[in-house]
């Protein structure tokens, strides 16, 4: 939950101030202004980037939860089966060549020691409590008015639904 919040903390900030200057569609859509908060965002995009969104962290999700087996290179034990939570497989075993892995995609760190690791876990967890305080902090503040008082002023309300903005009707 730690890195999925991270993603979601610096994804919100990043899409509250900046935007893709190019179009979003191949119809020439752009992409939704940052005079939108990140729900209206959402609630802004077509269709077909939502598709492709939820597709890729499904990907993501079923090819974590089948891993090669035994006797593979790439083999690991399932986080539920005894093996290390958190640790994502190379992508060595998709037969479609992939350039970069997730985590150290340039192998800058492949010869990092086992205590640099441990204190780098140890920094990546605290990271992630953090930010699931500030991404929840943002939400709360966009639809409860006063409920962050740092945030007010800052964070652009928000009167949509939160759970009904995941509607794929077309």
Not at 58 to 66: I, M, N, R, T
Not at 93 to 116: C, I, R, T, W
Not at 121 to 144: D, K, S, V, Y
Request: charged share 15%; with cysteine; glycine share 12%.
């Amino acid at each position: 939950h730690g890195r999925v919040a991270i993603a979601a903390f610096v994804g919100y900030c990043v899409q509250s101030n900046f935007h893709f200057p190019w179009a979003q569609t191949m119809g020439g859509a752009p992409f939704p202004s940052t005079d939108l908060s990140p729900p209206e965002q959402w609630d802004a995009m077509p269709f077909g980037a939502k598709l492709q969104i939820i597709l890729f962290v499904g990907f993501l999700e079923f090819y974590s939860e089948l891993t090669p087996g035994p006797g593979s290179e790439t083999f690991l034990t399932h986080y539920t089966k005894g093996g290390v939570p958190g640790k994502f497989p190379t992508f060595e075993a998709v037969p479609h060549p992939v350039p970069f892995n997730l985590y150290d995609p340039l192998g800058f760190h492949k010869n990092m020691s086992d205590e640099q690791k441990e204190k780098r876990l140890r920094a990546e967890i605290n990271n992630g409590r953090l930010a699931q305080l500030g991404i929840f902090g943002f939400l709360c503040a966009q639809t409860i008015p006063g409920s962050v008082p740092a945030l007010s002023g800052i964070v652009k309300p928000y009167s949509g639904d939160m759970i009904g903005s995941l509607d794929f009707t077309l």
